[in-house]
């Protein structure tokens, strides 16, 4: 699946993609675990195709951002409830609309 995405990635740029998945395949050979990435290996494989390579890791880096952000979560009702009781008590007679737990 990532090989294939890659071959694309590389495809797209009208790299010549064969060349380009042989010098990936030899920087991130475990299964491609992205997350072995050293400063010492991102400086070699950039200096390979600095252009399109370094693409290709911001694409990557810009995917684990996106994987790792939360959305908001509901609470079930019995913590719903403690919550509204605690920020009633906080704001006293104030207008409660909506409170937004993060």
Do not use: C, W
């Not at 299964?31 to 991102?42: C, M």
């Not at 399109?52 to 684990?64: D, M, S, V």
């Not at 079930?76 to 937004?100: C, D, P, T």
């Amino acid at each position: 699946m990532v090989k294939g995405k890659v071959e694309k990635f590389y495809n797209v740029l009208g790299y010549k993609e064969k060349e380009d998945i042989r010098i990936f395949q030899r920087y991130f050979p475990n299964n491609y675990n992205l997350n072995e990435l050293t400063n010492d290996i991102v400086e070699d494989f950039l200096s390979h195709n600095p252009i399109a390579n370094e693409g290709l890791l911001l694409g990557i880096e810009i995917g684990k951002h996106v994987a790792h952000q939360r959305r908001p979560q509901l609470l079930n009702a019995k913590y719903s409830a403690e919550i509204s009781r605690f920020a009633q008590q906080q704001i006293g007679n104030l207008m409660q609309e909506q409170l937004l737990l993060y």
